[in-house]
């Protein structure tokens, strides 16, 4: 059953880290729908564990716990080439401005201090969870320019190396009526075609 005052628009996949089950049962009943999963974990360990396995959109997690807590879950959740853009929402019941400071340096992407106020939150996770969607739409298409353009770059290199070993056979038989002629004309493309490539790859 969908909470009360649930904001989310779109389905997710969330992993919730805490040492306290009672934490962890109350985020999964106020934070869970029909769109929304809610995965949970004990403990830093546990919850990178998971988190390598893939599929989760958004961690919440706590500073203070056993086995690893979450100050060196975010390092090495920022430091994994596949989790390095994954949004990370600290809670935790410290008032403690210095703790914050230091999730924020290792990572964290933002914070929500306990008691939490489950609507509250399923609103800041909601735009937290869009946003990071939204910038990974950015990220791909950047990866698809820079693709397009490295086989830009690979298709003008094969015709500079194509047309520069025609000119030098053409060059080689210049003694013969027209070739050198041709070999001008052809030189005289070849720089156009240059003058254009670098253009393009301006």
């Known amino acids: 059953m969908e909470a009360e005052g649930q904001a989310w628009l779109e389905a997710a996949q969330l992993l919730v880290i805490d040492d306290d089950p009672i934490l962890r049962e109350f985020a999964h009943a106020q934070l869970s729908s029909?769109?929304?999963?809610?995965e949970l974990a004990c403990h830093g360990g546990e919850g990178l564990a998971r988190l390598r396995q893939g599929g989760i959109d958004l961690v919440l997690v706590d500073l203070d716990m056993p086995v690893m807590d979450g100050f060196e879950l975010i390092r090495q959740v920022r430091g994994d080439e596949d989790l390095c853009d994954l949004p990370i929402v600290v809670i935790t019941g410290r008032d403690d401005m210095k703790a914050i400071?230091?999730?924020?340096?290792?990572?964290?992407?933002?914070f929500a201090q306990k008691p939490l106020n489950w609507k509250v939150l399923s609103y800041k996770l909601a735009y937290i969870l869009r946003s990071a969607r939204?910038?990974?739409r950015i990220r791909a298409k950047a990866r698809s320019?820079?693709?397009?353009?490295?086989?830009?770059?690979?298709?003008?290199?094969?015709y500079e190396d194509g047309m520069t070993r025609?000119?030098?056979?053409?060059?080689d038989q210049a003694a013969q009526p027209g070739v050198a002629r041709l070999a001008a004309e052809?030189?005289?493309?070849?720089q156009a075609i240059r003058d254009q490539a670098s253009k393009l790859r301006a």
């Open 166 to 171: 025609l000119l030098h056979t053409l060059l």
């Open 34 to 38: 029909q769109k929304v999963t809610i």
């Open 186 to 190: 052809l030189e005289r493309l070849n």
């Open 134 to 136: 939204e910038e990974d």
């Open 101 to 110: 400071d230091r999730a924020y340096a290792a990572g964290a992407t933002a």
């Open 145 to 158: 320019l820079r693709q397009l353009v490295r086989a830009q770059d690979e298709i003008i290199s094969l």
